[in-house]
């Protein structure tokens, strides 16, 4: 009798500590996703990159990814980004407007063949190869950096501007 006691003693004990550590992963992971809840689209291109906020900031775009609806972000690559560092406000304004789409798309939401429409006219397409996803020719190297108010993915370089057809 008192081998069965310590058996289910064991038992007990292994099964508390089995469902702490599961306790204690899903506070982890519940913390994890209330962080990134809390911070806003805006705010996650401040973390990220000073350039691009610095040129977010002079388009007056920030107010809008700070604040209002959900978009989803493409950014451009540092370099071609280096490439704007001089537009004027307007200029750096229609060039980024290139790269932001209204609504929340993870690359789970990028189908083959999908035209997206951006904020600045032009339309985005979506292109799987070989399991890498593009989108106007451009690979995805970052993507899924999930905010509050949308989603940001970093492309290899940037969206060129809508071609006017004649």
């Not at 304004?93 to 035209?115: C, M, N, P, Y």
């Not at 399991?131 to 950096?145: A, F, H």
Request: include cysteine.
């Amino acid at each position: 009798m008192l081998n069965f006691t310590k058996v289910y003693l064991v038992f007990c004990l292994c099964v508390f500590f089995q469902a702490n550590g599961r306790a204690q992963s899903l506070l982890a992971k519940t913390a994890a996703v209330s962080k990134v809840n809390r911070t806003s689209l805006g705010e996650g291109i401040a973390q990220k990159d000073p350039v691009l906020l610095d040129m977010v900031t002079k388009a007056g775009l920030m107010p809008m990814l700070t604040n209002s609806g959900e978009y989803t972000f493409f950014a451009p690559s540092s370099q071609a980004l280096g490439q704007h560092q001089n537009d004027s406000p307007e200029q750096l304004r229609s060039f980024l407007e290139q790269h932001i789409v209204k609504g929340t798309l993870t690359t789970e939401d990028l189908r083959d063949g999908a035209d997206i429409k951006s904020m600045g006219g032009n339309s985005l397409r979506v292109c799987r190869k070989k399991g890498t996803l593009m989108v106007s020719g451009l690979r995805l190297m970052k993507s899924d950096q999930l905010y509050m108010n949308g989603v940001w993915h970093q492309l290899s370089g940037a969206i060129p501007p809508p071609t006017n057809a004649l």
